[in-house]
C-alpha cells in the first residue's frame, strides 16, 4: 500500500529525536449501509475512508498523528513533527523487514461490494415483512444491513511489514410492539467476519419473529420485583455482563495504570472454580476475528481465567512495556484516526457441565433473565448496571410469568464469585464496544449461568 522507500524515509524521521520505536497503520475501508424503516428504504449509503497513523514510543510514553494525505513530503512532516515532543539524539535504527504471511482465518465466499444494494433490500424487506405479520400490535420495524471491507497495512521499525483484508457482514432487526399506553421493543443483531454468504448463514425471517415475539411478550409482562434473588443469564448476548463489568478490567489500558480490581492479582482465585474465561481472536469467522491485531502481533487463544484463577490479562505493545508483560495479540482501534490499545476480540465464559434443564430446575425461585440490554460499568470498581430486555420469573424450579423493567445490579468480582451453575450451551453475540481506541467489533458469550445471589432492581 506504501512503497518501502516511502515507509523507511518515514520512519527514520521518525526516529530522529530519541524515539525507540516508530510505527505506520494505513488503512482503506469501504463501508456500506441499508436501513429499512416500515418495509421502506429510509437510507442507502456507502463511501470509502483512507488514512494513515503514526505512533512513536519514548519508552513508555507514546506519540500519534493521523492523517488523509499519504504523500511522501507530508508522511514525514507528521513524523517530524512526532519526534520533535522529545529533544535527543537518535538512539534505533532500522530493522531488516520481515514480511508477515498472515493465514486467513476468514474465508469470504461472496465479497459484499460486489452484491447489488437491491439484492441486500430484498433480504430486510422479507424481514419486516416477517416481523409485521408476527402480531397486530407490531406497530414498527427496522431493519438493517451493514458491510466492511478494510485493507490494512503495518510496518514499523522492529522491521514488520504486515498486510490483511478484514470483511465483516452484519443484519440488525428491531421490532417494537405497542399499546394504547406504552412500547416494548425486541432486537437481535447476528453478524460476522463474513461476506454476503452471512445471509444463507441466518434466516433473516425467524430472526425477525424472534425480535417481534420478544416486544409482544414483553408488552403484556407485569413489573419485575425488585431484591436479592437467584438469577439466571441466558446464553449468547448474556455474556455482557461479562464484557462489561470483568473484560474491560482485565485490559492492560486498565491495569498498568493500576486503574483495575484485577490489577496485581495473577494467580490469584478471582472467580467461582466453575468459571473459566476465553477471549479468542482466532475463531473462524468470529465477529472479533483478524489474522492480526493492529499493531501486527498474530491474534491469539487468550485463557483469562481457567477455573477461578487469573490467568492473563489483555495485553498490548505500550501497555506491556509499562507492565513488563509481552503482547497478547489483544490490540485494536477503530481506525487510523485512533492510537491503538488492548481490547477484547470474541470474549466468552467457557461451557461447564449443568444442563439448562438442570440449572432451571435447580431454582425454585429467582428472575430468569432470557436476553439482555444495555448498560454501564466502571472498570476501576466494577460496579454495573445492565436492563433485562426479556425476563422471567422462576418459581418452584419451572420458568414462570414475563416480566418487565429489571435491572441487574452489582459488581464484576462479587458476581464472579456467586456464580455457582455453568450451562453446557455456548452460544456468542454481536456487538459494538466503545473505549478510548474508538468503537470495535467484539462478540460476547457464554453458556446459560446461574448468580446465586445478586441485587435486582424492579418495582416492589
Known amino acids: 500500500m506504501l512503497k518501502k522507500s ?37 437510507a442507502a449509503q456507502s463511501g470509502m475512508d483512507y488514512g494513515i497513523g503514526i505512533r512513536l514510543f519514548f519508552q513508555n510514553k507514546a506519540i500519534y498523528g493521523f492523517a488523509n494525505d499519504t504523500s511522501e513530503k507530508n508522511l514525514i512532516r507528521i513524523a517530524r513533527e512526532a519526534a520533535a515532543a522529545a529533544r535527543g539524539d537518535r538512539v534505533y535504527t532500522l530493522q531488516g523487514w520481515r514480511r508477515m504471511n498472515m493465514a486467513c482465518m476468514n474465508p469470504i465466499r461472496i465479497m459484499p461490494d460486489e452484491v447489488e444494494k437491491r439484492k441486500k433490500a430484498e433480504k430486510l424487506f422479507l424481514a419486516a415483512e416477517a416481523a409485521k405479520k408476527y402480531s397486530d400490535i407490531i406497530t414498527q420495524t427496522k ?28 443484519f440488525t432487526v428491531e421490532a417494537i410492539a405497542s399499546s394504547a399506553t406504552e412500547k416494548q421493543s425486541g432486537h437481535l443483531g447476528p453478524g460476522g467476519s463474513l461476506g454476503f454468504e452471512l445471509f444463507e448463514q441466518i434466516d433473516v425471517e425467524e430472526k425477525a419473529r424472534e425480535a417481534a415475539r420478544i416486544a409482544v411478550t414483553m408488552l403484556g409482562a407485569k413489573p419485575c420485583p425488585a431484591g436479592r434473588m437467584p438469577v439466571v443469564i441466558d446464553n449468547g448476548f448474556g455474556g455482557v455482563i461479562f464484557h462489561e463489568a470483568c473484560g474491560h478490567s482485565l485490559e492492560a489500558t486498565a491495569v498498568a495504570r493500576n486503574a483495575s480490581v484485577f490489577a496485581g492479582k495473577m494467580g490469584e482465585q478471582i472467580a467461582s472454580s466453575v468459571v473459566t ?12 476475528s483478524a489474522a492480526m491485531d493492529d499493531e501486527g502481533t498474530p491474534t491469539q487463544r487468550n485463557v483469562l481465567i481457567e477455573n477461578g484463577i487469573l490467568r492473563s490479562y489483555l495485553v498490548d505493545k505500550l501497555n506491556g512495556r509499562r ?30 457441565k449443568s444442563t439448562p434443564a438442570e440449572i432451571i430446575a435447580n431454582t425454585d425461585f429467582g428472575l430468569y433473565a432470557k436476553q ?4 454501564s460499568v466502571d472498570p476501576a470498581t466494577g460496579a454495573f448496571n445492565f436492563a433485562v430486555l426479556e425476563g422471567y420469573m422462576i418459581r418452584d424450579g419451572k420458568v414462570a410469568e414475563p416480566v418487565r423493567g429489571a435491572t ?9 464469585m456467586k456464580i455457582d451453575m455453568v450451562g453446557n450451551n455456548l452460544a456468542r453475540a454481536q456487538g459494538m464496544c466503545g473505549s478510548i481506541s474508538g468503537s470495535i467489533p467484539t462478540d460476547v458469550g457464554q453458556p446459560m449461568i446461574r448468580v446465586k445471589e445478586m441485587t435486582v432492581g424492579g418495582r416492589g
Open 277 to 288: 474465561a476465553i477471549d479468542d481472536g482466532t475463531i473462524p469467522n468470529g465477529w472479533g
Open 6 to 42: 516511502v515507509v523507511e524515509n518515514t520512519l527514520s524521521a521518525a526516529l530522529g529525536t530519541g524515539a525507540d520505536f516508530a510505527e505506520i497503520y494505513m488503512e482503506q475501508s469501504k463501508r456500506s449501509t441499508i436501513s429499512v424503516v416500515n418495509g421502506r428504504v429510509e
Open 372 to 375: 439482555m440490554g444495555g448498560g
Open 408 to 416: 441487574l445490579i452489582g459488581k464484576g468480582m462479587e458476581v464472579l
Open 323 to 352: 507492565m513488563g508483560a509481552k503482547s497478547t495479540g489483544s490490540s485494536r482501534r477503530e481506525s487510523y484516526r485512533f492510537a491503538p490499545t488492548s481490547r477484547m476480540t470474541n470474549t466468552f465464559i467457557d461451557n461447564g
Open 143 to 170: 431493519t438493517g444491513c451493514l458491510d466492511i471491507v478494510k485493507d490494512v497495512f503495518i510496518a514499523n521499525t522492529d522491521g514488520l511489514w504486515a498486510e490483511e483484508q478484514r470483511v465483516r457482514s452484519r
